[in-house]
């Protein structure tokens, strides 16, 4: 059975992700043209990029096959959800997987390319989606394997 506490967070948590990233995103096509670099904190660029396919631009003419993948994991996300929603903090890697991936998804439809705008030394443009993304991975990662444990 979904806990329905656990389903509230995560659909706030991916709603405010969602909303945030489109905003920051409309902010950097409406304020920077395609390609211009600006610092804005040391080792910290604002660049406007568009990204055609998935991390580090890999599978940039993947097209519909993109959109059928990201389907396919929301869709093993939202099983997992369903199985696991009373585990603690469960909720949060969910709402920063599924709102990470409905941000990137919607321009991907939208505009047939991802907005990508934080650029750091030795790493390709990202957006918040992108950062709300690993980010879940990580806490998914902790949520999987629990507080670290300590021999007794």
């Not at 959800?81 to 469960?90: D, E, K």
């Amino acid at each position: 059975m979904i806990s329905g506490r656990a389903a509230a967070h995560a659909a706030a948590l991916a709603l405010a992700v969602v909303a945030t990233d489109q905003a920051t995103k409309a902010l950097v096509r409406g304020g920077v043209e395609l390609g211009d670099r600006d610092g804005i904190l040391p080792g910290v660029e604002l660049v406007y990029v568009r990204n055609r396919g998935v991390a580090f631009g890999l599978l940039a003419d993947g097209g519909p096959l993109l959109v059928l993948v990201g389907a396919a994991c929301v869709a093993a996300l939202l099983a997992f959800f369903a199985l696991h929603s009373r585990r603690p903090l469960v909720w949060l890697p969910t709402g920063l997987l599924l709102g990470g991936a409905a941000g990137n998804l919607i321009d991907r439809l939208r505009d047939g390319f991802v907005t990508d705008f934080i650029d750091l030394p030795l790493w390709p443009a990202f957006n918040l989606a992108d950062a709300c993304i690993t980010i879940g991975v990580l806490s998914l990662l902790y949520v999987l394997e629990g507080p670290p444990r300590h021999a007794d």
